[in-house]
């Protein structure tokens, strides 16, 4: 069955860096379009960064230039590096997946049907 399973969150003080993975199963990530959401607390899912199965990006304003997703696709693994992390970067990071997305709304979660458990990133000031 398709499975996805992030891991990597923590807990780290603001200016630190981490890197989220998620592992898939049950298919060929490559032949997806795959992205990072997060939620905060009170707040709704957003669309962080994703990559299209032709390797094509798209990033929230709020990251661009601090996040970078990546895939390995001999390990079927998406990735996210963290760098700068603020306070403001808090929330419960899911890994994503759907077979098709249109470009303009690749960071939309309405778009994805296949979601990881998802990993906590908590950033101290």
């Known amino acids: 069955q398709v499975q996805l399973v992030e891991s990597g969150g923590g807990s780290v003080q603001a200016g630190g860096s981490l890197r989220l993975s998620c592992a898939a199963s049950?298919?060929?990530?490559?032949?997806?379009?795959m992205g990072w959401f997060r939620q905060a607390p009170g707040k709704e899912r957003e669309g962080v960064a994703a990559m299209d199965s032709d390797g094509s990006t798209s990033y929230a304003d709020s990251v661009k230039g601090q996040f970078t997703i990546s895939k390995d696709n001999a390990k079927n693994t998406l990735y996210l590096q963290m760098n700068s992390l603020k306070p403001e970067d808090t929330a419960m990071y899911y890994c994503?997946?759907?077979?098709?997305?249109?470009?303009?709304?690749?960071?939309?979660?309405?778009?994805?049907?296949?979601w990881g458990q998802g990993t906590q990133v908590t950033v101290s000031s």
């Open positions: 994503a997946a759907a077979a098709f997305v249109s470009s303009s709304a690749r960071l939309d979660p309405r778009k994805y049907n296949r």
């Open positions: 049950g298919y060929t990530a490559s032949n997806y379009c």
